[in-house]
C-alpha cells in the first residue's frame, strides 16, 4: 500500500483501517484545516491525536517587568497529577507574593561541520571566517527578513572545523529559517574557500541531544525565575517545611544528580516543559534542550524558602511551527502570548510555570506523599 | 478564579474564555470521555490538544523474530517533512530487504536517596539491602501484580546512599507502579535500618533527565535495529552513495557529537520518538531518555551501506498512561501494539522507526538537501 | 643520533649534551640501578627527574578498621603551599578526633572492543560470553597467579560489542597483568565464536580519559574518608565556621561543577593524588580517575562540620610498576604500606589524604586566604 | 611528632626514619638547593622523589612555524614501554616527513563564585562586569607585569553568578598568579557592588577536574598536530596498515569513548602529557586537562594515514612552577623551551609528542601487540 497515493486524510484512514484491521474513528475527530496542515506541518495526514488539556493558574507575577499580572499554564499531558501539582505550585507562589522572572535570546543555533583535510586548512578557514563575519550576516539576512545572525562560535580539530552560527529568529523558533540561512552560510563559505561543507548540521547546534555544549553555552532562551514562599505556605499548601525542602533538594537535585552523571540538577522540568510544549505547538523533541537546568532552594533565616529555577536552553517560538494550528493558537492565546512580539513574555512565563512545578514535586517528595499523590489523582485502584 | 471549582471542561473553558478575553473553540473539540479522562490522566480539564496525525511506512521486516513482516509508524506532529522524511527511510530500507530489529527490557527504573549521616550507617544500609533483595522483592510485590524488582545497583558517597531499583512493570511504562513500590521498599528499609529515606525519587532513577547512568546503564528497553542499503537504492532513493553517508556520519553524528559532549551520537532520534510518543499515549517527557543513542553507518566494499541504531533507554508501554485514550489506542492498534503482551514488539518497531528516519536524514545531510526539503514540503513561502 | 644506539644512561646524557648543547648534570645525579629501572620501568634512560618530596601528618585514625593509630604522607610537587596545607588538614582532623576511612575492591578493568558487524553475530557473542564466564576465568587465571577475573559487563550497538573485564590484581594496579588476560580472555572469544577482537583496549576500560562510565560503575578502587571538625578547631585552626564551609563547599563544589558539566564535585582531589601517586611510584596518568570524586560537607547543629570525600576510581598498587623503585619503596614504606598485603591499607590512607587537603584547602578559600597563603608559602616575591 | 619543629631536610628525615622504621637514604639523595626549593616548591622537605627519565626522539618537524627541524622528548615514567613507543612513532612520522603542529593561547582561567541571593542582583551584577571590563584589566594588571586578563564568561544561575577570567600569563602557567589577581578583582567587584565573592575558586575555573566546559570553551593552550604517515612506514615500521589503524580508532576512540560517556576520545594522552609534566616540572595534576581531546585518523587511498591530535586545554609554562628546579630545567633546556619567549613552541612539542604516542600504540593495538611489547620490554618474566 503507497499512502501518497491518496489525497485526503479520509482516503487514507480508510485504507489503512481496511489494511490494518483497526479503527481511526478518533483519529478522523478534527478541526484543523486539512489543507493548511498538510501542507505546512505534516506528511501522510490522516487525523489528529488528541491529547487531553488541562490548565494550572493563574500564576501571580511579582516583578513589574512582565507587565502582567498573572497568567494561566495550559497543560497538555496524559500523566495524571501532574496539572494539579503545577496548580498546587502556582498557589504556594501566589500566596507568598508571586515570582519574579528573568529571559535573555540566546539565538537558535545551526552548527555545521567542515572537512578540511589538513590544520593547513583548517586555519585558513578559521581566519577567513573570524574575518568576514559581516558578509556571512549579509548572507543570512539574503535567506529571510526574520533571521539574523548574532554570534559565530568556531571549534576545531585539526582536520575538521565545526561552526556554531547563532541566530535571531525574531519570535519564531525558528530552526527551518536557521537552515536555510546555514546553507547560504556554508555555500558563500565553500565559494571563497573551497573547503566543503560536509553537514549543514554537523551536531555542533547541537538539535534535539542532550549535550554539554547546550547546557554550557546555552541555546534559544536562558530563563530564570525565583520566589520567596512563606513559612506559612510552606506549613498550610505544601505541608513541609523550609529546611526538608532543602534537604530534599540537596540530596535529590544536586547530589543525586551528580552521581547520575546528569546535565538535570532539577526535579522535573521535562514533565512541564513537554506538557507546555505540545498544548502551544512547540517542537516536541526540543524537551530534551528544556529538561537541563540547576534548581536552587536555600532555607531562608526566617523559616521562608527561597527557590529558583534556570534554563540554559528553551528552544520556544509564537509564530510559525505548529503555533498558528487550532488549539495550539488558542492555548497560547489562554497564555496571553500567541503571535508577533510575545516570544520573551513567552519564555518569561515558561519559566514561571516550570518554577511552580519545581517547587510542587519537591513539596511532594519532602512530604513523603509523591505515590500517594498519584495514587489518589490518577489511579484511584491499584494499576 | 479558581479553577477547581468547575466541574466540566465547558465550564472551565467558558471561564477562561471570559477571563482571558480567548477562544477555545477548537480545544472543546474532542472525542474522549471526559469523565475517564478527567479521573485519570488530567486535572482542571478544558479539552484537548489536536496534534497533526500522519502515517510513514509501511516498514518491512527482516527478521523472524518480529513475527510481523511489516508495520506502520503513527506519528504526531507539527513539524513539516518528518513524516515525509521516514516514510522515504522505510522505502529505502524495504527495497533493500526490510530491516532487522533487537530489544531487551532493563527495567523502569526509581532510586530513592537515603540520608545516613555517617559511613558507618552508610556501610549498614548497603549491607542491609544485599542481604534482603529477596525481602524487597516481596515488599514490591505487594504492592502490584504487575511489577517485579528484578535488579537493585546501590551507590553511595560517605553520609548519602543512592539505590536504583530496577523493574519489570510487563506492558506498562510504570512509573506511578514503581514509585508506590519503591515507596512500600523504602518504608520497609526504613523500619529495618533506622535509616530514613529522604526521597523516594532521588534522580538515581534518573528520570527525564538527561543523565550518563541512563546512557550507561540503560533504562527501560533497550532497542537496536539495522539494515543493508543497497547500492541502487542510495543511488535512486536516496540520493547519495555509501562513502558520502559514511562520511557525514562520521563528521556529524561521531566528531560532531564528541565536540559537544553528547550522549547523542546520532542525527535526530528525538525527532521520530516525541512523534510517536505523542500519537501512542506515551509520555512525553522521557523524550529526553529516547534522544540518546549510537547510530552506526559502514561503507561496505560492494557499495552497499550497513546502518544500525542504538537506542540505550526507551521508556514505553503499550497499557496504562495515555495509551488507552481513543486517539492513543488507535494509533498503538495501527502499528499492531495495542494492549497487553505486546510491548516487546512495540519496542522493535520503535527501533525501526528511528533507523528509518535516521538513514533519512542522513542521506538528506548527505545530498545537501535538508532545508530543501523543508522548503518544498513544509514552507514553499519565504518564512 | 640514534638514541637506541648507546648502552648507558651516561653515554646517552653525553650525546644528547653535546646534540642539544645542553647540561643534563643534574638528571644524571640519581641513586636507582640503572640495569634494573631499564629493563622493567623505562628506555633510553638518561636518568632521573628530581621531584621535592614533603612530608605531611601525621594523620590520626580514629576507626579500628584501620589498625593503624596514625600516618604520614609522602607528597612529591613542585607547587608550594599543598604539603602545608594537606599538613593543617591533618592538624585540624586530629584535633577533632581523627579520620573514618572505608574501601572496596572493584578492580582493575581492560575493555576490548569487538567487531562484529551484525546484531546476529552481537548476540551470540553476547551470549556465548555470558554463558562461559567461568571459561574466560580460566583463561584469565593461566597469564598470571596474581591476576583474577571477577566480573564482565557488556555493551554493544548493533555491530560492536565492547566487555569491561574487572579484576582482581592483589596488590599491584596491574594494568599490565589485565592486558595480558585480555589478550588470552579475546583470543579464546575469538576461537570459539569467530569474531574479532578488534582492539584489545577498546576504551571500555576506560584507561586515563575522563569519563562517566569509571565515575558511574568505578575503577580501581573505590574509597570513603569521613570527619566531624569541632568547632573550636574550625575556629582556631581552620579560621572559619561551618556554616561558611558550608557555603563555599554548595557553591563550588556542588553549584561550580555542575555549571562547568564536571565528574569533579570538589575542591582539589587531584593535587593530593598527583603528589601521593609521583612519591610512591603509582602511575601518574591515573591522575585522571583519581580527580573525579564528591566531597561533601554539612553544617551540624552543635557548630561542628561533618566532611567527607568519596573517590569513585583510585587505581593504586604496592607492587609492581614504580613501587619497588628505591625513593617510591621508602615513601611507601613511610607510609607503611609498602609490599604485599598492604594495597587495600594503602587505599584507606590516600582517601585520609585527600580528606585532610579537601577540608584544608574549603578552609583557605573560606577564609579568603587562598592566594594569599601560596603568597606567603611559595612566591614572597612578586611572581 | 611536630614537622614543622625541623629546619632541614636532613633532621626531618632522621626524625622521620625513627618514627616509622624505615630507611629514607635515597630520598636523601638529591642535588637541588634545599632553601630554594623549600621556599617555594615545597613545605616540609624530605628530599625528593627520583623518576626515571628517558628520552624518545627526535621527532621531525615539517612545517616551518616551529623554527626548528626535529626535538627530543624527555618522559619521566615508571610505566615500561612508553617511552620505547614514543620513540618508535618518533621514527614513523620522522620516515613520512614530519609532524605539522599549531597551538593558539586560549589562557588560563579562574572562575570565582558570587552569592547574590536574588535575581535582582544578578542581573546587576551581570551587568556591573560587563560595563566594567577594562577596570578588572586593570585591577588584574596591577598584581603583576606578567598577568592579563584577556576575556570574561559569565554564567548564572537565579541567585549565584560564575564568572570565568581568562588571562594572558605569558610564559607561566600561572594559577597563582591569576589566583593573586582573581582576589584583587574580585575585591573591587564587591566594593562597587556590595555583592560577595563566596569563594575565588568557584570550580567554573576548572581547575583539575574532568569537565565539560574545559572540553568545550578550553583553557591554558589549544594545540593542534598532524602527520601522514606512508604506507611504507606502516608496513615496516609499524606493521599494520592505514584501514587496520582506522578500524581500531573508529572503534576505540570515537564508539569506545562515546559508550564510556568521555571526554577523551583517544588513545593515551594522559601517558604522554604526564611523563612530559613530571620531565618538565609542570603542575602533574594538569593531567586531568591534558588527558582530555580528539584524535582523528583517516585511511587514505594511496594507502597512507592521516593521522592528528587535538588537546584542548593543555596547562603549560617553562618559567614558575617547578620548571626552574635543576633536573627540570635541564629537560625543559633538552627540549630547547626553558625560560621566557619558550612556551608557545613548548605547546607545539607537547602536540607533537602526543601525536607520536597515539600514532604509536594505535599501531601496536592494530597489530593485536599491546602486550607482548609490554612483555617484552618491560615485564620480561610472568608477572
Known amino acids: 500500500m503507497q499512502l501518497r497515493n491518496f489525497k485526503t486524510s479520509k482516503e487514507r484512514r480508510e485504507a489503512l483501517e481496511k489494511e490494518t484491521k483497526s479503527s481511526l474513528k478518533h483519529i478522523g475527530h478534527f478541526s484543523f484545516s486539512e489543507e493548511q496542515v498538510g501542507n505546512r506541518n505534516i506528511e501522510?495526514?490522516?487525523?489528529?491525536?488528541?491529547?487531553?488539556?488541562?490548565?494550572?493558574g493563574p500564576l501571580q507575577v511579582k516583578s513589574e517587568k512582565l507587565k502582567v499580572k498573572s497568567f494561566f499554564i495550559p497543560l497538555a499531558t496524559t500523566e495524571g497529577a501532574l496539572v494539579a501539582s503545577v496548580s498546587r505550585g502556582c498557589k504556594a507562589v501566589n500566596e507568598s507574593g508571586g515570582v519574579i522572572t528573568h529571559a535573555f535570546r540566546v539565538g537558535t543555533t545551526r552548527g555545521p561541520v567542515f572537512f578540511t583535510g589538513s590544520l593547513e586548512k583548517t586555519n585558513l578557514l578559521f581566519a577567513w571566517i573570524k574575518e568576514h563575519e559581516d558578509v556571512l550576516k549579509e548572507e543570512a539576512a539574503m535567506t529571510s527578513s526574520h533571521v539574523r545572525l548574532t554570534k559565530i562560535r568556531i571549534k576545531s580539530i585539526a582536520n575538521y572545523v565545526f561552526v556554531r552560527f547563532y541566530f535571531d529568529t525574531g519570535d519564531a523558533m525558528g530552526m527551518n529559517m536557521v537552515t536555510i540561512a546555514t546553507e547560504q552560510i556554508a555555500k558563500r563559505i565553500e565559494e571563497e574557500t573551497g573547503i566543503s561543507c560536509l553537514s549543514v548540521a554537523g551536531n555542533f547546534d547541537i538539535d534535539k541531544k542532550p549535550a554539554a555544549l547546550n547546557f554550557i553555552e546555552n541555546r534559544g532562551w536562558k530563563v530564570w525565575a525565583?520566589?520567596?514562599?512563606?513559612?506559612?505556605?510552606l506549613q498550610t499548601i505544601l505541608k513541609t517545611t523550609a529546611e526538608q525542602m532543602f534537604e530534599v533538594w540537596l540530596g535529590k537535585c544536586m547530589l543525586g544528580s551528580a552521581m547520575s552523571g546528569s546535565f538535570g540538577f532539577n526535579a522535573h522540568y521535562a514533565n512541564i516543559?513537554?506538557?507546555?510544549?505540545?498544548?502551544?505547538?512547540?517542537?516536541?523533541?526540543?524537551?530534551?534542550?528544556?529538561?537541563?537546568?540547576i534548581t536552587s532552594v536555600r532555607s531562608l533565616k526566617n523559616g521562608d524558602l527561597y527557590v529558583s529555577i534556570y534554563l540554559p536552553a528553551l528552544m520556544i517560538g509564537t509564530v510559525g511551527g505548529g503555533t498558528g494550528l487550532p488549539t495550539q493558537k488558542e492555548a497560547l492565546e489562554l497564555m496571553g502570548v500567541f503571535g508577533t512580539g510575545r516570544v520573551e513574555e513567552f519564555a518569561h512565563k515558561v519559566g514561571g510555570a516550570v518554577l511552580a512545578g519545581e517547587l510542587s514535586l519537591l513539596a511532594s517528595l519532602s512530604e513523603g506523599s509523591l505515590a500517594k499523590s498519584h495514587e489518589r489523582l490518577g489511579r484511584a485502584k491499584k494499576v
Do not use: Y
Request: hydrophobic share 55%.
Open 226 to 233: 525565583e520566589a520567596v514562599i512563606t513559612k506559612d505556605v
Open 44 to 56: 501522510n495526514l490522516i487525523g489528529a491525536a488528541q491529547v487531553p488539556l488541562g490548565v494550572a
Open 273 to 293: 516543559i513537554s506538557a507546555v510544549f505540545i498544548a502551544t505547538g512547540q517542537d516536541a523533541a526540543h524537551v530534551v534542550e528544556g529538561s537541563m537546568g
